[in-house]
């Protein structure tokens, strides 16, 4: 989550020379480049049974297409402060799925941890939200995309184990690139602009660490880790993203950051901290 986060900063400046389905769909074709020989010498080649395959097809919908798409066309309509507090949403939205489809128990503890993080990262976008009304559509497309990533964990919990963990990562890019095929192929001509060195660096780096590193920590954690748990941490997410904008778009920290980082904390403490065992 803190790489994804960290990736919102390079994602805004690729964006900016690149189509973003030309984005995503190269960084899924340079991860399954990665994963391909990685996972066929440590995984063999194993044949995932159909329920498995309609599991990875479905975290490359919601996970990849749906959160994405629902993100970026929300925040063209709302302002960043609405839609960044529609977005620190996502724990409380995982940590529900996780109770009503999982049937996973969320303690009381459990439950005020979402609610820190929750209002934490509702400090952090505070801090750096701007003057302006949203749009309700605008929002709730945001809120489309927060209910299609935590689709994505939900999935991704429900099948933990079923593959192992290179050849999962490697199904869920390929699936991706397969589903983005007919939005990024018409803008392939852009791919041009990758002659600039920092371009390509920048894209390199995005994909290996979005769509390779990330998935693969995901993935072992969500093993060994329960799904409500998981999305405490995606509070980690959107306070990334404040953080990278703070250190690298030159914006000033407030008392407000300070606020959201120490609720933040408090989440992390509470939803981690050993359970006193009862005699």
């Known amino acids: 989550m803190v790489l994804t986060g960290a990736n919102v900063v390079v994602a805004k400046t690729l964006a900016g020379a690149l189509p973003v389905p030309l984005i995503l769909g190269l960084r899924c074709l340079i991860a399954c480049a990665v994963l391909l020989p990685l996972a066929l010498w440590r995984d063999g080649a194993p044949w995932p049974g159909r329920g498995v395959l309609l599991n990875l097809l479905l975290q490359a919908a919601t996970g990849t297409i749906l959160y994405n798409a629902a993100l970026l066309a929300g925040l063209r309509l709302t302002t960043a402060l609405e839609g960044g507090l529609v977005l620190a949403t996502l724990p409380a939205v995982i940590a529900l799925g996780s109770a009503l489809w999982l049937r996973e128990r969320v303690s009381p503890r459990g439950w005020a941890a979402v609610a820190l993080a929750a209002g934490g990262m509702g400090a952090l976008v505070l801090a750096r ?13 945001v809120f489309l995309g ?27 890019q390929a699936f991706s690139a397969a589903l983005l095929l007919p939005a990024w192929l018409p803008e392939a001509g852009a791919a041009a602009r990758l002659a600039d060195p920092l371009l390509l660096s920048l894209l390199l780096f995005h994909a290996l660490t979005a769509s390779v590193l990330s998935l693969l920590l995901w993935y072992g954690g969500l093993r060994r880790a329960p799904a409500g748990m998981a999305g405490v941490f995606t509070a980690f997410l959107p306070a ?40």
């Open 240 to 279: 990334t993203a404040a953080a990278a904008a703070i250190l690298f778009l030159g914006e000033e920290p407030t008392p407000t950051h300070a606020l959201g980082f120490a609720l933040l904390l408090a989440s992390m403490l509470l939803a981690t901290w050993p359970e006193r065992s009862r005699r």
């Open 129 to 141: 939200g701007g003057a302006g009304g949203g749009s309700a559509l605008g929002n709730g497309l």
């Open 146 to 172: 927060v209910c299609g990533e935590a689709a994505y964990v939900l999935l991704a919990k429900r099948a933990s184990g079923a593959l192992p963990l290179l050849s999962a990562s490697l199904g869920m």
